[in-house]
């Protein structure tokens, strides 16, 4: 993968270390201050969004109704009730310079295999790119490798759904390297460190 600080291609940027490069990076923003563009975005995901070149790739879980509103503090336990209604998981790539939605991509239509925290997303991994591909992970349901220009599914991965900690869900993003795509599955059933043939 290239490590061109001009592009912040997973979770934390080049290098995983959170930091930028740029000497023209604002000191100060706000809602109207710094801002180049905003664009509304469907569902939820607390994912990154991730920047190679003049794209950026974000991941949306768009339920169709609203489920159990989250309110202030600590939750203790969990296992919230599973879902039964339709989920509708997808990639979308957005134009760096404009905003504009370039192309959004469903992965998958159905309902979520796992609980979440209801602080947690179905959305929460931050997908990985080397440029050409974009590698999105929905833990509990797979992963999928999608054409970086067009969005066009190449390959997916079904993972297994396993139980994970109070029924938080997973939260762990893949990265790329030497040719693999790593990913770690953590749960409390059978918690293991995958690697991928790109």
Known sequence: MSQNTTHWPQFRG???SGIGTSAKLPTNWSATENIAWKT???GKSWSS?????????VTAVVRPR???KPKKGL???GERELPKDEHAFSVICLSLTTGKTLWEKTVFRGAPTTTVHLKNSYGAETPVTDGERVYALFGGLGVFALDAKSGKELWSKKLEPRKTRFGWGYAASPVLHAGKLFL?????ERAELLAFDL
Do not use: K, S, T
């Not at 969004?49 to 790739?57: F, H, L, N, Q, S």
């Not at 770690?184 to 409390?188: G, P």
């Open 14 to 16: 080049p290098n995983a």
């Open 40 to 42: 509304g975005l469907p």
């Open 49 to 57: 969004p991730i920047v190679w070149g003049d794209r950026v790739y």
């Open 66 to 68: 609203e489920g159990e």
């Open 75 to 77: 939750y203790f336990g």
């Open 184 to 188: 770690v599955n953590d749960n409390d």
